[in-house]
């Protein structure tokens, strides 16, 4: 019962947006301005809206891994990229899946280097300062 009441919902959503003439192509163009002025709630908003009339959309998910790679989300950009990957048309779009996959591996790299040096610094002004003196001779 419940999975038919969802399906009558989204069936009456469609049919509502299509008589408010709601275009996705208008949409996809508004989720790339909203992206490309870092509005990233508004473009994440947009492109799941796609994505509910079309859930295999290559395109859409592809903005929407390099969304989340832009917003931190770094295991949620690789699930989308391998969506796109698994998609009869993934060959298309392989050049860009893995130059967003390299851009998504650097910023975790760059996001764990940032915690490891910040963790050194709280090390340090927490009292660590006697170790160090241990470790060098000149100290003392």
């Known amino acids: ?8 919902f989204r069936s009456r959503r469609v049919s509502v947006d299509r ?3 709601w275009d996705p192509d208008s949409v996809f163009r508004e ?24 859930h295999q959309d290559a395109e859409v998910q592809l903005m929407l891994a390099r969304l989340y790679r832009r ?3 770094c295991r949620a950009a ?19 899946v893995a130059h967003t996959r390299q851009l998504v591996v650097r ?7 940032r915690v490891c040096r910040s963790n050194r610094g709280e090390r340090t002004e927490l009292g660590t300062r006697q170790s160090d003196s241990l470790a060098r001779p000149d100290a003392a």
């Open 1 to 8: 019962v419940l999975g038919w009441s969802a399906a009558v």
């Open 19 to 21: 008589s408010l003439h």
């Open 31 to 54: 989720a790339k301005r909203e992206y490309l002025r870092g509005n990233w709630n508004h473009a994440e908003t947009a492109l799941r809206r796609l994505l509910g009339l079309d």
């Open 71 to 73: 917003t931190g989300r």
């Open 78 to 96: 690789m699930e989308q990229l391998a969506a796109v990957e698994a998609h009869p048309e993934g060959a298309k779009w392989q050049w860009d």
């Open 107 to 113: 910023d975790r790299q760059e996001q764990q280097e």
